[in-house]
């Protein structure tokens, strides 16, 4: 009998515990029996996270935000946890910002640094389209909402800056769950929902205003020390075609696989990705062909049958599969050296 089919774990990007932390205090309060339920629902243990150095599965973050606002039933979660953060909660990338002399220092410090913390997230800050205006874009989606991103951010641009520290505006690509009257009275500022890509809006002139926590002998200190940990969890900055693969490989196994179903798990729209990609020098279309190439070749070889293999890879009949098998390797999935080589970037009819 031949053996079922092998079913490769894609590899997947890893935050540091430190980020499930906030929600254990919002679960915690709420009881034992409530935190005993989000370790039950999302696989996570109390002895993972209470290993400061440890890192999950992203997809295990997005499950605890997930039913951490089902468990408390608060669905403004990510603003109250915002301004809840006790202080030093997200280790030395926290010690960073507070230790930057100006707002400015510490979002570039917060920038370079992050993947310390998140080897999901890809954010920059950029010039906006106004000259007086300076954009905090989040170019991959993170195992955190946006709307908990960005309200932690204006919330401890409040507590070191002043609270007067507020966004010009904010752009959200999905609603944020929760009212969304009680985000815009949060930030003080417009909320804008179905925008192209999720973005903060700031003031340029906020960049320049001093922090009080500011400390000029201890920063280069902490920037020695977050450069090694950096060194450590952070290889080459993964591109949008890595991330995408990733997602693919993933959604597949629901049959889920067109771009707009890949562009919302990555956070972005679908035109946004396709251009990101073009700038990468391939398509979705490559890229998702390459990924079911792969593994095909990876499933043949394990045993599954064709008709397994079609039924894994998203293929509404076994022939379409066949088509686009011969067409990515030159080859039948019966016939020949399985060598996994995309032949066209075309598209292969399904």
Known sequence: MAAGPVRPQAVQPQVSTLLVRPLLFAVGRRGPAALEELFRTTGLTAE?????????????????????????????????????????????????????????????????????????????LADGERDDEVELRALVESPIPHESSFAAVIGQGRMLAGEDFRPVAVDFIHAPVGDLAAYEAFFRAPVRVGAPSARLVLARASLAVPLATADPNLLPILVRHAEELLARCQGPAPTTTEHARQVIARLLRHNQHDVEQVATALGV???????????????????????????????????????????????????????????????????GSLDCRVRSLGEVGE
Do not use: M
């Open 48 to 124: 993972t996270c209470a290993d400061a150095d440890a890192r999950i599965d992203a997809d295990l973050l997005r499950a605890a935000w997930r039913e951490s606002i089902r468990i408390t039933g608060d669905r403004l979660l990510p603003i109250h946890l915002a301004t809840a953060l006790p202080p030093g909660a997200l280790g030395v990338v926290e010690y960073l910002v507070r230790s930057a002399p100006t707002v400015g220092d510490a979002l570039a410090l917060g920038l370079r640094y992050l993947n310390i913390l998140d080897a999901v997230t890809r954010a920059e």
């Open 269 to 335: 729209t679908a035109r946004s990705l396709q251009r990101r990609l073009k700038e990468e020098g391939t398509t979705f279309q490559a890229v998702r062909d390459q990924v079911r190439c792969e593994l095909a070749i990876t499933y043949l070889k394990g045993g599954a049958s064709t008709a397994e293999v079609s039924f894994l890879l998203g293929f509404s009949e076994t022939s379409a599969f066949f088509r686009a098998f011969k067409r990515w390797t030159g080859v039948t999935p019966r016939t």
